[in-house]
């Protein structure tokens, strides 16, 4: 590789250093390649390392590269392209469901999401968590938060019951029994988030990594009946919603 320096330019450094970089991975890397460490990398464009480093969190934002644990940063395939709107649109684990189920536990849920399900104040919910997997690698983690209320049918006690209803059948049948109501609507919002330790260490990645967040919210009896909040690995997702219509929700 030859030696590039960079000019005084009008946009931030490292922007302009960031540009640099994608056309030398264009150029001169192959998908999966791993880059030089960070100081050659400085030394070959004249920038500080906090320079260089923030132009390659912005490529990894991007999808251009991913940093892989116990191996380094490389350059990242293309995206792939993820429909997480449901056709039809259905109760998770429904027909066309590309989500596998992991696990599942009794929890007080996170304060936004309580705040969603207007649960009380250290009320607990039923948790399945779920995975979605792409040509066998890990791509998103969820975890579906049900309040007892919406399943009657789900002994509040359940993973106490072990070994009679071990955790994936907890899961199942909170599953099943989600889907003996009328779905009313969903929405969704999206943002983009930093890998949780959990989350990054089941997505294979490391803490702080890019992701995006899906919170879902499915309607039944005019409530929300359950929230699901799914993290995608932002440098190889790209998230699509399909054609299908959203059922408006009055309230």
């Given at each position: 590789?030859?030696?590039t ?8 450094k ?5 540009t640099?970089l994608s ?6 890397f192959a998908?999966?390649?791993i880059l ?6 400085a ?5 500080a390392r906090?320079t260089?480093r ?7 934002l991007?999808?251009?590269?991913q940093r892989r ?6 350059v990242?395939?293309?995206?792939v ?7 039809p649109q259905s109760?998770p684990?429904g ?6 189920t ?14 969603l399900?207007?649960?009380a ?8 968590r779920?995975?979605?997997y792409?040509q ?5 983690t969820?975890v579906?938060?049900v309040?007892?209320?919406?399943v009657?049918?789900?002994?509040a006690?359940?993973?106490q019951?072990?070994p009679?209803?071990?955790d994936?059948a907890?899961?199942a049948r909170?599953?099943r029994e989600?889907?003996r109501?009328d ?18 260490r089941l ?5 702080g990594a890019?992701v ?5 919210r ?6 929300t009946?359950a929230?699901?909040?799914s993290t ?10 399909g054609?299908?219509?959203v059922l408006p929700?009055a309230?």
């Open positions: 590789m030859g030696t320096q960079l000019e005084t330019v009008p946009e931030p490292y922007w302009h250093l960031k640099v056309e030398a991975l264009d150029s001169e998908v999966g390649e030089p460490n960070e100081r050659e990398l030394a070959r464009f004249g920038v906090a260089l923030q132009a390659l969190e912005q490529l990894e991007e999808g251009r590269l644990r116990g191996v380094g940063t490389t990242a395939p293309p995206r392209g993820l429909d997480i709107v449901p056709a109760w684990g027909p066309g469901d590309a989500w596998q992991e696990g599942y536990e009794r929890l007080a849920p996170p304060a936004a999401v309580a705040g399900l207007a649960a104040d250290g009320a607990t919910v039923h948790a399945v779920r995975t979605r792409t066998g690698q890990p791509v998103a969820e579906l938060y309040p007892a209320g919406s009657p049918g789900v002994p006690d359940a993973p019951e072990a009679a209803l071990p994936g907890a899961a909170v599953l989600l889907h109501l779905l009313e609507g969903q929405d969704r919002a999206v943002e983009l988030g930093s890998a949780r330790a959990e989350d990054a997505l294979d990645r490391l803490p890019p995006l967040v899906v919170t879902t499915y309607f039944s009896g005019g409530r009946a929230v699901a909040v995608y690995r932002a440098d190889t997702c790209r998230l699509t919603f054609a299908h219509d929700v309230g």
